[in-house]
């Protein structure tokens, strides 16, 4: 027998979320952030640097690299979009043009989340308590609710802001996972043969997936989206009498599900794109506590304000822990935080966590009491409007110079910087904060029953510092975080017309040299015979190892404002080339 649900929601309290505020939320969060700023290191910069060169042809698309310096991902999919969205778009700036391809995933992915939350919420686990005399939320409405609340609090987790509006593989890691996430909670409501929905969503999800870095995670979802529709199959309560066709569907999507994931493995061994990346914590020679203390703290930060529901809703639920609703987004979850807390990219993997982790807050919120969600919107009111307020007042200070702590504080951490006024900019940081004061009325007053109405300030909190962020700091983060004015230091130092010759420096370096500073770059060898050699500082030792010292002069050290450790030394050349240097190198 079915067993209780800890849902009682009324029909007064599933009315959705209307269609044009969830997308207005959608469109203020992705647009601020892929429009109007420059490529930031490392990663973001270091991956826009390898599509230009698959763009240009000088790159293998099966291996993609800058200068012949590996990427650090093993992913093809994300480069290829970025590649093809710049020779589709040639009258767009490169940098641009990249971006279009992953705000449309960005925007993807919010749409498959929503999708994915409602049909679990159609689940009969996961429906609310029938009333003795009616009343109760009708399946539809509620399952509608939930997956509003999904999405509300997918825009409110913290650590969704930055990963997801850069051009890396991370984006299109989180979009494809959320993709076969949707694919396998949609299943039991679309047949396994259809040619649209969760049958074409499962495969492009899962190959994607593999193909953007992350095979093993492919495989593991695979395996458990297999062992939760085994679970389903095994563990239907029907009556005699029930329709076998939805037994035979069940068995096609299980197939289906486990046909996929063979597929996409051979595939990735075909490729050989399987690596060993497991980096335990303490593994590296540092201490295991502060390593596992520090992911600790990444964990409770990232995921804010998702994983308190979270756990919430896994105790509350818990006599359902089998049910769809509630094992395949803690499937997700899970596997996504395992692979953050074994592998070296830890913030990146995590990415993969938000939508699953929002999916479980948003079963939460019909088993939460009046005075839990009055504190949630208390604690979010003060917060993000303490961050708004901040953010204004170093804003004005950068433009006035009043108040002159704040404006000494930039002046000090981003020296040489100089303000600049946006109109556009302004006028957008106005109306969002306008809108946020709206919200927080219209929160104290009306609708006050909705069931998705604990995130309403969360997601719009979140949504209005990541807006005046990237408005009215725009400048400044650009100045701070882009390798632009470190490479246009450079770029002034030689002649525009001759190409130049690196030694040790990064990806992300020299795909900044390539775009901010227009240079024809060269890897330091045998067959280079540049007029300039660019070396980065902390490889300055090893320098005599690769050139002969001698015929080179020393020009400059190019210091980056913002970071002291990111330096450049600028050398012309003032003999033959050598093929065999061995003399040390000078400091």
Not at 32 to 61: C, Q, Y
Not at 386 to 396: E, G
Request: a positive charge.
């Amino acid at each position: 027998m079915n067993k209780p649900s800890p849902a009682i929601i009324a029909q007064s309290a599933v009315y959705r979320l209307p269609f044009w505020a969830r997308l207005l939320f959608c469109v203020a969060y992705i647009l601020p952030g892929f429009v109007g700023r420059s490529p930031w290191k490392n990663e973001d910069i270091a991956a826009f640097g390898v599509m230009r060169e698959l763009s240009a042809g000088t790159a293998h698309w099966l291996q993609p690299q800058l200068l012949g310096q590996a990427t650090g991902f093993d992913a093809l999919m994300p480069y290829w979009l970025g590649a093809v969205a710049i020779k589709a778009l040639p009258f767009l700036d490169p940098a641009l043009a990249v971006r279009i391809p992953f705000m449309l995933l960005l925007m993807a992915t919010m749409a498959a989340a929503w999708h994915a939350v409602y049909y679990l919420a159609r689940s009969p686990q996961a429906q609310p308590v029938a009333f003795a005399f009616g009343g109760e939320a009708d399946p539809v409405d509620y399952a509608r609710a939930i997956a509003d609340a999904g999405v509300l609090a997918l825009i409110a987790s913290l650590g969704l802001a930055q990963f997801s509006h850069e051009t890396t593989p991370s984006l299109a890691q989180l979009g494809f996972a959320t993709l076969t996430f949707y694919a396998m909670a949609a299943s039991p409501y679309r047949r396994a043969g259809s040619l649209i929905g969760p049958a074409v969503g499962l495969p492009v999800g899962l190959a994607g997936l593999a193909l953007s870095g992350a095979p093993t995670l492919a495989l593991l979802l695979g395996l458990g989206g297999t062992l939760v529709e085994w679970g389903q199959l095994r563990c239907r309560h029907q009556p005699p009498d029930a329709d076998a066709a939805s037994k035979k569907h069940s068995l096609h999507w299980l197939l289906l599900i486990a046909g996929t994931t063979l597929a996409v493995s051979l595939l990735c061994l075909g490729l050989d794109l399987w690596r060993w990346r497991i980096d335990l914590p303490g593994a590296g020679g540092g201490s295991a506590w502060n390593d596992w203390r520090s992911l600790g703290r990444l964990l409770v930060w990232f995921t804010w304000p998702t994983w308190p529901l979270a756990l919430w809703t896994l105790w509350r639920w818990r006599r359902q822990l089998t049910s769809r609703h509630v094992a395949l987004p803690l499937w997700f979850a899970g596997m996504a935080i395992a692979s953050a807390l074994t592998t070296t990219a830890s913030d990146r993997s995590l990415l993969l966590a938000l939508p699953p982790l929002a999916a479980l807050a948003a079963f939460a919120l019909p088993t939460l009491q009046r005075s839990v969600a009055s504190l949630i919107d208390w604690f979010t009111l003060l917060f993000f409007t303490t961050c708004a307020l901040a953010i204004w007042v170093i804003w004005i200070a950068m433009q006035t110079g009043i108040p002159q702590k704040p404006a000494a504080n930039v002046a000090k951490l981003a020296p040489g910087f100089e303000p600049s006024f946006s109109l556009v900019a302004f006028v957008a940081a106005v109306a969002a904060t306008l809108a946020w004061a709206w919200l927080v009325r219209w929160r104290t007053g009306a609708h006050r029953s909705a069931i998705w109405k604990s995130l309403v300030l969360p997601a719009g909190g979140a949504t209005l510092c990541w807006l005046l962020l990237m408005t009215l700091w725009m400048p400044l983060l650009d100045y701070a975080r882009s390798l632009g004015p470190l490479s246009r230091q450079v770029a002034s130092l030689v002649d525009k017309k001759a190409c130049v010759e690196i030694y040790g420096v990064e990806s992300a370096q020299a795909a900044a040299l390539q775009y901010h500073g227009q240079l024809e770059l060269r890897q330091t060898g045998p067959q280079a015979s540049c007029p300039y050699l660019v070396v980065d500082v902390s490889r300055q030792d090893s320098l005599g190892t690769a050139v002969n010292l001698p015929d080179w002069a020393f020009l400059a050290t190019v210091r980056k404002p913002t970071d002291k450790t990111e330096n450049m030394l600028v050398f012309k050349r003032v003999g033959q080339a050598k093929s065999s240097p061995s003399s040390p190198a000078a400091h």
